[in-house]
């Protein structure tokens, strides 16, 4: 067990759906990353967040948005849904002890199917 | 940005056998990380090496950051040592993400 929650495991939704994955972080992590994990994209990085406030982004699509709320929680909202967005999604934290050095943790992930 | 080539991209093995795993980095990092992906696509932590070697059980893992490279090596393999390993970093000056590797594809037969 990491300690880094993601909720729901599994989610089944239709295209053009709006649905949202939840991640709790490490008690202590003021980090949070999302990453997506596609049959042919391997794993790729969204979106960081530091206390709050998103410190790098990656390949997030536009429709794709994120946030880091005062507890740490964070919500990674995936919109206008497609047959392509179908994918695990992580999310992952770290204790951040600057200059990218901190040891990140994964959660189980999120798998989402969209039919 | 800093790229992860890993190698090689698929491995069969026989129970008991050793392996070594390679990690090719394209730039200087501060963070490097191997993980293990299991069948239920959970990412194992399996080390924290942005330099110097590492043991833990049948598993080591040694980084030489002045060449670039790291080597994950997996002794006496068994059938639940099956699953991916990928090798991540992040690169010294960039941000502070973890950037993947396509990994290695294990298969350990009994």
């Known amino acids: 067990d990491s300690g880094v929650t993601q909720t729901p495991k599994h989610l089944i939704t239709a295209t053009g759906q709006r649905v949202t994955l939840r991640c709790s972080p490490r008690?202590?992590?003021?980090?949070v990353y999302w990453y997506q994990q596609s049959l042919d994209q391997g794993l790729q990085f969204l979106i960081q967040?530091?206390?709050?406030?998103?410190?790098a982004k990656g390949n997030i699509l536009e429709r794709f948005s994120a946030q880091q709320f005062p507890d740490l929680h964070s919500e990674l909202n995936l919109s206008s849904l497609e047959l392509g967005d179908s994918a695990l999604y992580f999310c992952?934290?770290?204790?951040?002890?600057?200059?990218?050095?901190?040891?990140?943790?994964f959660g189980e992930g999120s798998r989402l199917t969209v039919l | 940005g800093i790229q992860v080539e890993q190698s090689p991209p698929d491995l069969i093995l026989q129970e008991g056998a050793n392996s070594t795993l390679r990690c090719n980095f394209s730039?200087?990092?501060?963070?490097l990380q191997w993980f293990h992906q299991n069948p239920w696509g959970q990412l194992i932590n399996l080390f924290y090496?942005?330099?110097g070697t590492k043991q833990n059980g049948r598993l080591s893992a040694t980084t030489v950051a002045t060449e670039r490279y790291s080597l994950l090596y997996i002794s006496s393999s068994q059938t639940t040592d099956s699953g991916v390993y990928f090798c991540?970093?992040?690169?010294?000056?960039?941000?502070?993400?973890?950037?993947f590797g396509k990994g290695t594809k294990l298969t350990v037969n009994p």
């Open positions: 992952a934290s770290s204790v951040d002890r600057g200059k990218g050095t901190g040891e990140l943790f």
């Open positions: 008690s202590g992590d003021l980090s």
């Open positions: 967040y530091y206390n709050g406030e998103e410190r």
């Open positions: 730039d200087s990092v501060n963070n």
């Open positions: 090496i942005p330099s």
């Open positions: 991540a970093v992040s690169s010294q000056g960039g941000s502070e993400k973890l950037v």
